[in-house]
Nanobody, 121 residues
Framework: QVQLVESGGGLVQPGGSLRLSCLASGRIFSINAMGWYRQAPGELRELVAVVRSGAGTNLADSVKGRFTISRENAKNTWYLQMNSLKPEDTAVYYC???????????????WGQGTQVTVSS
């Protein structure tokens, strides 16, 4: 079993910054992909940023130039640095990971519990 724990959400004014963190723990052999989704009220969950092993980083067009995803592999931790935040960035942000628990296991997808980000004056 793998657990993802997020931290770093909150209330910020437009133009401000926040950094989200996600820590993975449990039976982890490898993490094939790690990233962030978000879901605003009444909307579908959408991809924000993802890092795939051997395939680089992918960011949603709406956040390019403002958000950055980074990771510390040794700590099984990744981050979402969010700058120049806009009211339309308000959502619950979920971290996710595709994890193999052993060399012989297929990767499974795990989700964090979600953290609220509110951008408002």
């Amino acid at each position: 079993q793998v657990q993802l724990v997020e931290s770093g959400g909150g209330l910020v004014q437009p133009g401000g910054s926040l950094r989200l963190s996600c820590l993975a723990s449990g039976r982890i052999f490898s993490i094939n992909a790690m990233g962030w989704y978000r879901q605003a009220p009444g909307e579908l969950r959408e991809l924000v940023a993802v890092v795939r092993s051997g395939a680089g980083t992918n960011l949603a067009d709406s956040v390019k130039g403002r958000f950055t995803i980074s990771r510390e592999n040794a700590k099984n931790t990744w981050y979402l640095q969010m700058n120049s935040l806009k009211p339309e960035d308000t959502a619950v942000y979920y971290c996710y990971a595709e994890v193999r628990s052993s060399l012989y296991d297929a990767p499974l997808v795990y989700w964090g519990q979600g953290t609220q980000v509110t951008v408002s004056s």
